[in-house]
């Protein structure tokens, strides 16, 4: 005999109860026999509750994985006053030993090596949070330094131009292999970087500069226009929707699970964005250059520009980042970079940094995705850690036949109500 027969049933018109004569429903308490876990779906229909649109979108914003609710950007607050604070230092540090470091055409070269690690950062910070990292960013803007360096005399923007739609092109490329193939962007990416090296490599000595421009003119409208992009950036960034969508590529079960259309399509996207980025970054680089352009493998800058988004509070898993915190990190990098060299400490490199930023960059993730998580998520996990596990029901209700409802007596009695058997008689 079956627990949903009618015998442990009764009649929903029988008690004061909604429903019509003949209308059944369960009467066990959820967790009796282990019966009402199962029926959960059932029994919860009938206590629903008012639900928030807040709560809706928390419910439906990702289904199939992640965890609901808002990032918290407290932390990501604190970090960014800390990285102000490390750059008021280090300038400090710098005008102590060089007074003249931050004036006159000192200064308009430290703009414009902002923007250039600037330019390549937001390429950087943006494949970081859409979860597939560009690391073929600093061979790019050395090829582009390079081919801005032999043709420069042609004009700048058409030589920018022919680089920008190079490096866009092989954006596209490797954010189709990426996408389509399902596989992580930082070994896609590899490879373009290796076979940019291969362009590179065909120029065995220094280019030097073609033409006459001078990036310096204009170093602070370059440097205040990259950092209002990012910051502009990293504020749209900070809307649940936006966030969710640019970083739904970042793995939130098994890697090799494809994320669907909209996380395939922003993924590329922002592949082929990071590549033109990069580019502009050469121009800057070969223009402002002092001598003439040498052929290098660019992997510094991608160590610079990676370390910078991440020092900078971007998760090196996606998604999740700050709003100053990759211009911040820029200027430290800049700043600190020139201090080093004042020191005279020139076996501190610029891939010795970015090493060292990477490094540390590291540190902040995990205090990003230690921080920086949804607050109804850690609440979830604290409701599952206090949960009753199923497989204690039966041993732990001592009290499950006294807690049976009553059976009515009347409709038993009618049952074997003598009159139905001798009323023919």
Request: hydrophobic share 45%; aromatic share 6%.
């Amino acid at each position: 005999m079956g627990y949903d027969e009618s015998i442990y049933r009764r009649r929903v018109g029988d008690n004061t109860d909604a429903g019509g004569p003949g209308d059944y429903r369960d009467d066990y308490p959820p967790g009796d026999f282990g019966v009402g876990e199962l029926r959960a779906s059932e029994t919860t229909d009938t206590k629903r509750q008012a639900v928030s649109p807040a709560a809706l979108d928390d419910v439906f914003d990702d289904p199939a994985h992640g965890e609901p609710g808002r990032d918290r950007l407290a932390f990501h607050i604190v970090w960014e006053i800390l990285l102000l604070l490390g750059v008021a230092a280090v300038g400090y540090l710098l005008l102590r030993d060089d007074s003249g470091a931050l004036r006159g055409n000192a200064l308009e070269q430290l703009l414009v090596a902002g923007a250039a690690l600037g330019l390549i950062a937001m390429g950087a910070g943006l494949t970081l949070r859409a979860g597939a990292v560009n690391l073929a960013l600093g061979p790019v803007a050395v090829a582009s330094a390079l081919h801005f360096a032999e043709n420069g005399d042609r004009g700048v923007v058409p030589t920018l131009a022919q680089a920008a739609v190079a490096a866009l092109v092989l954006g596209v490329v490797v954010g189709v292999v990426v996408v389509v193939f399902h596989v992580p962007g930082w070994a896609a990416s590899l490879a373009a970087a290796l076979g940019t090296l291969v362009f590179i490599q065909r120029r065995p000595l220094p280019v030097d500069v073609q033409g006459d421009y001078d990036p310096s003119n204009h170093a602070l409208y370059l440097f205040v226009g990259v950092a209002v992009v990012a910051v502009l950036g990293g504020l749209l960034g900070t809307v649940k929707s936006v966030r969710r969508a640019v970083g739904r590529f970042r793995p939130v079960a098994d890697p090799a699970r494809r994320r669907g259309s909209v996380a395939a399509l922003l993924t590329a996207g922002a592949i082929a964005i990071s590549m033109p980025l990069a580019a502009g970054a050469g121009v800057l680089l070969a223009s402002s250059a002092e001598g003439p352009v040498a052929p290098a493998s660019g992997l510094e800058w991608t160590g610079l520009a990676v370390g910078a988004a991440l020092l900078g509070g971007t998760s090196a898993y996606g998604r999740r980042g700050g709003i100053f915190g990759t211009v911040l990190a820029v200027a430290l990098l800049v700043v600190g970079q020139r201090y080093l060299a004042v020191r005279g400490w020139e076996e501190v490199t610029p891939a010795a940094l970015g090493a060292g930023a990477i490094a540390l960059g590291l540190l902040v993730t995990r205090l990003v995705e230690t921080f920086g998580r949804p607050k109804s998520a850690v609440t979830d996990e604290t409701q599952w850690q206090t949960a009753t596990p199923r497989g204690n029901t039966l041993g732990d209700r001592t009290d499950s036949w006294s807690s049976l409802p009553a059976q009515p007596t009347e409709s038993r009695a009618d049952a074997w109500d003598t009159e139905r058997w001798n009323g023919d008689r």
